[in-house]
């Protein structure tokens, strides 16, 4: 086959950029190619080269990422008949063993605490939920806000650190929660106190305003719906960049304008580093 070659400048106005962000991948790494005059562009090694360009931005720290309203539901906690023949009601959620048996186990106080009436036979390797805490989804980075609804008014609630929420007494209290801790490490976790009240759990929403990280792009037709128009064209032009090092000798290319193509990558990423699509998170520990 052969490849009919057209250098663009770069302040061209022919350069290939997405006007519009509607696009798929596919759009992304046909844009790239144009650089090239290339009209056989959709591959699975361009889709590849795609994917490690974005994961090598996230692993110096840069997420895309967008800002969303997240609305939880609750149900009731679950109950459980304790060896003794009581009954118990769960206050942090977790995958029973033997430890957390109420009331055998070494550790049955840190899930379990006397109460309710609903209680069913207990169970090993069994998920157990409560009220006061849960996983929103894997890609939560951070929460911006909350506020808990009931009986139609929202009212807010307060974030707090790990340290504050480590300090706070019994956290078997039920009631209106009013404060949220958000842990971050390895699986976020959403800790409220106090817990929801069993007698009106169902009657509560949590809203939060969390932010979310990119989403994987690797299906072949997987909408970027996430990615913003500035962000797509730092993608478009890293993407030009590194396909051009691939074809230096076999395009004889001038290395003088793959370096134009390296620095105007670099000028786009920083252009949508330092916009409102692009975050820098960083974590603290502890």
């Not at 950029?17 to 759009?27: A, G, N, P």
């Not at 009931?150 to 078997?172: C, G, H, M, R």
């Not at 106190?193 to 979310?212: M, W």
Request: aromatic residues 12%; hydrophobic residues 35%; negative net charge.
């Amino acid at each position: 086959m052969t490849v009919m070659m057209k250098k663009i400048v770069l302040s061209d106005p022919s350069t290939p950029v997405l006007t519009e962000f509607s696009q798929v991948i596919s759009d992304i790494i046909q844009a790239a190619h144009c650089y090239f005059g290339e009209v056989t562009y959709y591959n699975e090694k361009t889709k590849n080269l795609l994917q490690r360009i974005v994961l090598s931005l996230q692993g110096k720290g840069l997420f895309h990422w967008a800002t969303e309203e997240y609305v939880k539901s609750f149900s009731a906690p679950s109950e459980v008949l304790g060896s003794d023949g009581l009954n118990y009601t769960c206050y942090l959620g977790h995958t029973s063993s033997a430890v957390t048996k109420p009331v055998t186990g070494a550790n049955w106080t840190r899930y379990w605490y006397e109460g309710g009436e609903g209680g069913v036979a207990w169970a090993t390797d069994t998920a157990y939920t409560a009220t006061g805490d849960f996983l929103p989804d894997s890609d939560t980075l951070e929460i911006q806000h909350a506020r808990i609804r009931y009986a139609n008014e929202d009212y807010p609630v307060q974030l707090i650190s790990e340290f504050t929420y480590n300090e706070l007494p019994d956290k078997q209290i039920t009631g209106r929660p009013t404060n949220l801790y958000f842990s971050d490490k390895i699986t976020p976790r959403v800790f409220l106190y106090p817990q929801p009240d069993t007698n009106s759990v169902e009657d509560y929403l949590l809203i939060l305003k969390r932010t979310r990280k990119l989403k994987n792009i690797a299906g072949d037709e997987a909408l970027l719906e996430d990615f913003k128009e500035v962000w797509a064209l730092a993608l478009i032009k890293s993407l030009a960049y590194h396909l051009a090092l691939q074809r230096v000798k076999a395009y004889n290319l001038d290395l003088n304008w793959v370096l134009i193509l390296k620095k105007d990558a670099d000028e786009a990423i920083l252009n949508a580093r330092q916009s409102k699509v692009i975050k820098t998170i960083q974590r603290k520990e502890g």
